[in-house]
């Protein structure tokens, strides 16, 4: 009995779901939208005969299939958009308005009558709106859909975007990135923003380290050629204003853009698609084999002006200052050059400017592949700026130098920190600090730490500024006295000869005991590294090991360093000998430069060497 | 495999009744299911949209056919005639074998099998057996001319523009 | 056979209608025992089963009417399908389109979509839950070894069926997990990488591998499937019907201990016309008369009208069966009619989401690849497909048989709930416990 009622129940069941679906399949939203739009018609119809085919006419998806631009699109907004092109129902709200008419996308009037220059039976609307040709309902086809990746152009946000840029992603403004899809001259009136958004693109750097193709050829970062394809203007505007917001490891700096300029380079990234409809395959191959590296403008030759004024002009052109600072304008993210003539010399400035990883190993500025001729103006404009400041008190040289790295507080947090490798020192680490002697740090301030971003201030600095600076630092940031530690026992230089079998035994020891933080490579990039403050050391910076004494390295390895991750090893086992093999395979890392060759000549052979096994 | 007379075996005498009520809406509403199911794959079956070429489309506007004209799109298979301020749009299609009719000064001809047709698309000679077709052409808002092949129209009815 | 039988002719137009009913039902709606029974073997499609089952073979508590559900699930599966095929191309550059259009143009189009893959979904887990039934109960001893096979085999492709259809939208869904679940067909030790490769017909997932998974999909695979089936349901006639216990069997008036049932079933129960053999082994028997349908392999051939434990299948049988389908039926509309089969976006071959996971059957596997590669994607697996497969001959002892956890039988099950736990544990980690980079997260 049981079996009968469940069975009745279930059938009825569905029944019920078989009626339901069935009747919802009549319930679409563009029906009404038509059967409105058929019966304005029908009331705004003069002839009997215009009456007689609205009458006849029934609801029906519309669509409109695009075959001459790039892969085919079917475009099915008609559908509930039926007005758009029925110039009578100007004055209706959405959908049954009609798409308005502009002498700015080219439309032309005549006898009161407007023409479309893109007429909708050619282009489609999709090509300019984006959105889901193929959708019938809101949601889908304005691509509010958070799996469609092109939702309307400015007019339709997905739930996921964040909602502190939502608002500033809406704006007719941002299908200018599809107009430029054909319109692709340099400065086509009807794309401002594209145009804008190429300046900036120049201006800020940008270019330096991303490539597009036709435009630039940066390696650093991704290529952009086609970025707009894949990514939502929400991410391009993101990852803009704030790259680690989305990827925890990029090195992109956060540069300092207002809403109007990242609006720009949104639009002009998100034009960018890797096809042009507009330039045949030809066209496009023309472009690559000619690379333009620079838009017309920049670097253009100033015949007759001297090698210093040229560089000054440079600098402003490429925007070095969109990373730098140099006097008042600052980019917030590597070095103030504003003394660059007392703190670097020629040599080190031409050999930087070609590669400028062969003076600072980890260094993030890209290579720009400028002439030789623009290299020599820049450094004669930079070795120009020879006025040191004239602070007076230590505080003041704090400011006014170090806390741009160092941080104001002294955290080693400064504008500029996550952009320099190694990361600057934080001085309010008092176990570090007071634990090591202060010629240390005298002769880092007169010296600089080679490797490093930390710069010579011999001649920007008199002896007192320097000494006022310190005592400032350990007054205000370390605010504790220094420590006098016992005597440690380590040999002024490496008792252990430097022999193939020495270096063997260091590697094999290093193998074991150090690539957890160090890395494997020794390049400081261990697993543990990311989780250390401060990172370990990069035994392959060569300026940096080069530098240092045979006496530190035993004392750091022997002891320890205070202050940091790096514990005593000899605590854990190994002998002077070991530490003298250990010394001996990081040397072998870092060969001297025999004799001292031609500055400049193939720096990369010195820092990248490659990792005997 | 269902029977939806199905009815109960022999019980006893009190359950039957309630047996059968039970059987009866089961029955009711599997088979009636399975009537909506098929109707529904029916609607299924029917495309709502094509993927082929467009059977409504924009050809331009009016003063794009001077009068007099007979131009043929072969593309689209259709004849827009113009007759002074009258125009039609007249198929290509051979009512034959479907091959595409040319257009002659006296009409239309077909390659294949030689059928004639005069300038309104009247068979005059060969094996077609029907007079060409005449589709619905009408103005649209947009002031560009509309023809729709799934409309057919009384042969010599024109749109006056 | 019977008088029933003998279409009652009539002449004359008004008779027309009831001549072509009588002509297609043999059978007018049974009234007494003997009708029963002809209803059962003169309609083609109620054929396959006995005129008359074991009420235990009936009870709802002992089957759970999983099998008929693959069963019934696999002919959803088939209707949809084929529905779903007049619209779908496989071809790279249109498969996401034409997902688009079910969704959006096509009348019904997202509904049977919903239907397919949910039924699909639940195809797979109802197969596996009916292969725990057939275990847990002991119902793979012999004679009905062979048949077990047959059901782990079904398993597989019920396995292959669902991962081949996975592929067919052309989402980052699809794309991805069919990337990462060949991956791990790569890892087989020798064949591996050329098995990917006929999979794949190419070094990556595309086009060919579109085309391929799709030939799998609608022909190979559902004829395969359709052919074990149909053993697998034959078998089950022949090896006398579900299994149950021997007390089952029992004649009234039999000692309810009857002899140990291989005896029984290891001598087909041949009767001829003559009654002499089965007279002397029953009184009861005498004087009756066996048809062919009597050369049946089995612990008992039921015939005649003993009371004993069964029932006649019409109605009993069909009723329960029918429900079963239209329960089956019901649930996989009310899933349909809430939940939306998942469209991601279109495939992206340089951006794989994070974390890219397999389809859920297959997440086991890839929580066990995340451990080892070979181990988890191709050794345990092997061996447990292996193993499933020697289990009815290495488990012959005749204990337990046709009922839930058999006290006689604690050692086997307890393995069997251990290793089915194991995998849909590894399931549930592999699907809401793991996240980007395959990190182990909270779902909450």
């Given at each position: 009995m049981s079996t009968r009622l469940s069975l009745?129940?279930?059938s009825l069941v569905v029944l019920v779901v078989h009626g339901i679906v069935f009747y919802d399949q009549f319930l679409n939203r563009w029906e009404k939208h038509q059967t409105a739009y058929l019966e304005q018609a029908r009331s705004l119809a003069k002839t009997d005969a215009e009456r007689?085919?609205?009458?006849?006419?029934?609801?029906r998806i519309e669509q409109i299939i695009v075959t001459q631009f790039g892969e085919s699109r079917v475009d099915r907004c008609t559908t509930c958009h039926i007005a758009s092109d029925d110039p009578r129902f100007q004055a209706y709200s959405q959908p049954l308005h009609t798409h308005s008419y502009s002498a700015s996308l080219g439309d032309i009037e005549k006898n009161g009558r407007w023409e479309r220059r893109h007429k909708f039976s050619d282009f489609g609307c999709t090509i300019c709106h984006d959105g889901q040709g193929r959708g019938l309902d809101t949601f889908y086809a304005h691509g509010e859909d958070e799996n469609w990746p092109q939702p309307l152009l400015g007019f339709a946000t997905q739930a996921n975007w964040k909602p502190a840029y939502k608002a500033k992603l809406t704006g007719a403004e941002y299908m200018q990135s599809n107009c430029a899809q054909c319109h692709t001259e340099d400065s086509f009136a009807g794309t401002p923003l594209v145009t804008r958004g190429r300046q900036l693109f120049f201006e800020k750097g940008c270019y330096g380290c991303h490539r597009i193709q036709g435009l630039s050829h940066g390696t650093l970062g991704p290529d952009l050629t086609e970025v707009g394809k894949r990514w939502r203007i929400d991410y391009l505007w993101g990852h803009t204003v704030n790259p680690r917001d989305y990827s925890a490891v990029s090195f992109m700096p956060k540069f300092d853009l207002n809403d109007d300029e990242i609006k720009a380079l949104v639009v002009f990234l998100k034009s960018?698609?890797?096809?042009?409809?507009?330039?045949?395959?030809?066209?496009?191959?023309r472009a690559k084999l000619q690379q333009t590296s620079l838009p017309a403008g920049v670097g253009a030759n100033a015949d007759n002006t001297p090698s210093a004024a040229r560089g000054e002009q440079l600098i402003a052109q490429r925007s070095c200052t969109a990373c730098h600072r140099l006097g008042d304008k600052d980019g917030h993210i590597s070095p103030d050059l504003s003394y660059e003539g007392l703190i670097r010399d020629d040599n080190w400035l031409m050999a930087h400017f070609k590669e400028p990883r062969s003076r600072i190993p980890d260094s993030i500025m890209p290579v720009f592949g400028f002439s030789e001729g623009d290299y020599r103006s820049i450094t004669d404009s930079l070795l120009s700026r020879k006025t040191p400041p004239n602070f007076k008190t230590g505080e003041e040289t704090y400011k006014g130098l170090c806390a741009r790295c160092h941080g104001e507080k002294g955290d080693g947090k400064g504008v500029t920190y996550l952009y320099l490798d190694p990361a600057p020192r934080d001085l309010t680490k008092a176990a570090f600090m007071t634990t090591k002697p202060e010629e240390r740090f005298l002769t880092s301030l007169k010296e600089g730490v080679p490797g490093t971003s930390m710069p010579p201030w011999e001649r920007v600095l008199t002896d007192q500024q320097r000494k006022d600076v310190l005592d400032y630092v350990f007054k205000t940031f370390v605010k504790e006295s220094r420590r006098e530690l016992k005597e440690r026992k380590v040999p002024e230089t490496n008792p252990v000869a430097f022999t193939p079998e020495s270096v063997n035994a260091g590697e094999q020891i290093f193998l074991q005991r150090c690539t957890g933080c160090h890395g494997r490579k020794s390049d400081g990039k261990g697993p543990n590294s990311l989780d250390i403050s401060p990172r370990p050391r990069n035994l392959r910076n060569s300026a940096f090991i080069n530098h240092t004494t045979d006496k530190r390295l035993f004392t750091s390895i022997t002891y320890g360093v205070e202050g940091t991750a790096m514990p005593s090893w000899m605590d854990y086992g190994l002998t002077q000998t070991d530490i003298g093999n250990l010394i001996n395979f990081i040397r072998s890392l870092n060969p001297k430069p025999a004799a001292?060759?031609?500055e400049g000549k193939s720096p990369k052979l010195t820092s990248r060497l490659t990792v005997r096994r | 495999m269902k029977n939806p007379a199905k009815s109960a075996p022999d019980g006893a005498p009190e359950d039957v009744n309630r047996r059968k009520l039970l059987s009866w809406l089961s029955g009711f509403g599997l088979f009636g299911s399975a009537v909506i199911a098929a109707l529904a794959n029916l609607i299924f079956i029917k495309p709502r949209v094509t993927y082929g070429a467009p059977n409504r489309f924009s050809i331009g506007k009016p003063e794009d056919f001077p009068p007099g004209a007979r131009i043929a799109l072969d593309t689209r298979r259709v004849c827009i005639v113009r007759d002074g301020d009258s125009l039609a749009a007249i198929s290509t299609t051979c009512t034959h074998l479907g091959c595409i009719v040319a257009v002659s000064e006296t009409g239309f001809a077909c390659p294949c099998h030689g059928s004639h047709y005069d300038q309104d698309g009247n068979v005059t000679g060969g094996p077609a057996p029907r007079a060409l077709s005449w589709y619905q052409l009408t103005l649209a808002p947009n002031g560009e001319l509309v023809v729709d092949k799934d409309n057919e129209i009384e042969a010599g009815k024109y749109l006056k523009v | 056979m019977s008088t029933q039988t003998v279409t009652r002719s009539r002449d004359g137009w008004l008779a027309l209608p009831g001549n072509i009913w009588r002509s297609v039902f043999r059978n007018p709606l049974p009234d007494s025992d003997l009708g029963r029974a002809s209803t059962s073997f003169t309609n083609f499609f109620l054929h396959i089963h006995p005129v008359k089952v074991s009420r235990h073979s009936l009870k709802a508590t002992y089957t759970f009417g999983l099998g008929l559900m693959s069963a019934f699930l696999f002919l959803i599966l088939t209707v949809t399908g084929v529905l779903l095929m007049f619209y779908?191309?496989?071809?790279t550059t249109q498969a996401y389109d034409r997902m688009l259009d079910l969704r959006g143009t096509v009348a019904f189009g997202i509904f049977l979509r919903n239907m397919h893959r949910w039924s699909a979904h639940a195809m797979v887990a109802v197969v596996f839950l009916h292969m725990c039934r057939v275990f847990l109960t002991g119902a793979y001893k012999p004679p009905r070894e062979f048949n077990w096979v047959l059901g782990v085999l079904l398993l597989l492709v019920t396995f292959f069926m669902s991962f081949t259809g996975y592929l067919l939208p052309w989402d980052q869904l699809a794309f991805w997990a069919?990337?990462?679940?060949?991956?791990?067909?790569?890892?087989?030790?020798?064949?591996?990488?050329d098995v990917r490769f006929l999979l794949l017909g190419d070094s990556t997932v595309g086009q060919e591998a579109l085309l391929r998974f799709y030939v799998l999909h609608v022909a190979v695979l559902p004829i395969v499937l359709t052919m074990l089936a149909t053993i697998h349901f034959w078998r089950i006639r022949k090896d006398g019907g579900l299994a149950r216990p021997p007390e089952e069997d029992a004649l009234p008036g039999e000692s309810s201990t009857p002899g140990p049932m291989e005896v029984v079933s290891a001598a087909p129960v041949v009767m001829a016309t003559s009654a002499g053999a089965a007279a002397a082994?029953?009184?009861?028997?005498?004087?009756?008369q066996y048809g062919i349908q009597g050369l049946v392999r089995g612990p008992i051939t039921k015939v005649g009208n003993i009371s004993d434990r069964s029932k006649f299948s019409w109605p009993s049988l069909f009723q329960a069966e029918l429900l079963v389908f239209v329960i089956t039926v019901a649930a996989i509309l009310v899933v349909s009619l809430f939940f939306n089969a998942p469209l991601e976006e279109p495939v992206n071959a340089m951006h794989p989401p994070n974390p890219a996971k397999a389809p859920w059957y297959f997440l086991g596997l890839q929580e066990?690849?995340?451990?080892?590669?070979?181990?988890?994607?191709?050794?345990?697996?092997?061996?447990?497909?292996?193993?499933?497969?020697?289990?009815?001959?290495?488990?012959?002892?005749q204990v337990g048989v046709g009922r839930w956890f058999a006290k006689e039988r604690l050692l086997p099950n307890t393995l069997f709930i251990t290793f089915a736990v194991l995998n849909v544990v590894l399931m549930v980690i592999g699907t809401f416990f793991r996240g980007a980079n395959w990190e182990f997260v909270s779902p909450w």
């Open positions: 009745a129940i279930a007689q085919s609205i009458d006849a006419a029934k609801p960018r698609k890797g096809m042009n409809f507009a330039e045949t395959t030809m066209d496009q191959y001292a060759p031609a | - | 779908y191309v496989p071809s069919i990337t990462v679940g060949t991956s791990i067909a790569g890892y087989a030790p020798f064949v591996g990488k082994a029953k009184p009861l028997l005498e004087r009756k066990m690849v995340s451990y080892s590669a070979f181990w988890g994607g191709v050794g345990i697996p092997t061996i447990e497909v292996l193993i499933l497969l020697l289990v009815p001959y290495l488990d012959r002892k």
